[in-house]
């Protein structure tokens, strides 16, 4: 343990720093995220993700980022189904797809998170054509791939299919069954879910494997409950880590915490040894790193606001475990449903 953990276990949440950190965050990002241009969107998420959750938005202007968020929707050319997210205007600033301008299915996840936030009412997401891309993106075994284009299928993003689903209120694109089925079939023998079947079980698959059964209703089909439990809890030290024999990470506080959430288990967790390992990360500058000595980075500060709240650290508004969003994001979704409905 270094010294600067042992200096910071019990010390003080440093909200001074994290909103300085944030904002800064929100106009000029180190060099080293240069690599990440694409991936803007993403990188806004958990910015205003981690803002939200310390209830400091104040110095946001929510129509100019809502009106950022739409313009990187992709609207599909006549006779073409693409359509969703791109991560960054970086390649093509027009809305309408070019050839190899392809919706993500992550992107669309959070755009449709940062419209939430920001209180939009998603009245200009193309919510049939969305529906109509996941289905193109789902595989035969129940997987999905990020793109129309066939790429890696993971749990990752069988969880953005699904979330994105859930926030449009429509699964039409989506064969609940055959996600179902992939999700039961990738458990691992010691009951943790890996990334598909046959692979290692892992903290965040884990996670995306739960929240999606959540969400479809399906639940209660998981074998092996307890099982899984054992292994999530024994993923915890001082903090918590992603598989065995690994090191603790300040974001398995998030992908282990909601995990436990969901199987109404979090009672069991050491919640002081959370938020000791949390304080130990933060950083002089503002911001959580994944360890102490490392640099702090948008998401492992977004995941960390995120076990805080889970653990009901004062100043820490509630995160929907389910969506990885902020609770309030959550109540103005419900609200837009009701309308929908009505």
């Not at 299915?105 to 997401?125: E, I, N, Q, T």
């Not at 069954?177 to 965040?204: F, M, R, W």
């Amino acid at each position: 343990m270094t010294e600067q953990t042992q200096t910071a276990l019990s010390g003080d949440i440093k909200w001074k720093e994290h909103k300085q950190f944030l904002h800064y965050c929100l106009n000029v990002l180190p060099q080293p995220y240069t690599s990440q241009d694409s991936n803007r969107i993403t990188l806004a998420f958990f910015v205003i993700g981690a803002l939200e959750v310390l209830d400091t938005t104040d110095r946001l202007k929510p129509e100019e980022v809502i009106e950022w968020v739409y313009s990187m929707q992709i609207l599909p050319r006549e006779g073409q189904q693409n359509s969703g997210w791109r991560g960054s205007n970086f390649y093509q600033p027009s809305a309408e797809a070019g050839e190899h301008d392809l919706g993500h299915v992550a992107m669309s996840y959070v755009a449709l998170g940062l419209l939430l936030m920001m209180g939009d009412d998603l009245s200009r997401v193309n919510k049939e054509a969305i529906a109509k891309s996941l289905a193109q993106y789902q595989q035969k075994d129940g997987s999905f791939s990020p793109t129309r284009v066939k790429s890696e299928c993971d749990m990752r993003y069988v969880y953005c299919a699904c979330t994105v689903a859930h926030i449009l209120n429509d699964w039409s694109g989506i064969d609940k069954e055959l996600v179902t089925n992939y999700i039961i079939k990738s458990q691992s023998y010691d009951c943790s879910i890996g990334q598909g079947p046959q692979q290692e079980g892992h903290a965040g698959s884990t996670y995306c494997a739960l929240a999606s059964l959540k969400m479809m209703g399906t639940l209660d089909r998981l074998p092996n409950k307890d099982g899984l439990i054992k292994w999530l809890i024994m993923r915890q030290g001082l903090g918590f880590c992603g598989r065995p024999n690994k090191l603790e990470d300040t974001c398995y506080s998030f992908w282990v915490g909601a995990s436990l959430l969901l199987l109404d288990c979090y009672h069991i967790v050491e919640t002081k040894n959370t938020r000791s390992f949390t304080c130990g990360c933060q950083q002089r500058v503002g911001g959580c790193a994944k360890w102490a000595d490392c640099h702090p980075d948008v998401l492992h500060t977004y995941m960390s606001f995120c076990g805080l709240s889970f653990i009901k650290e004062p100043g820490f508004l509630p995160v929907c475990p389910m969506l990885c969003l902020p609770q309030k994001a959550v109540d103005h979704l419900e609200t837009i449903h009701n309308s929908w409905r009505s």
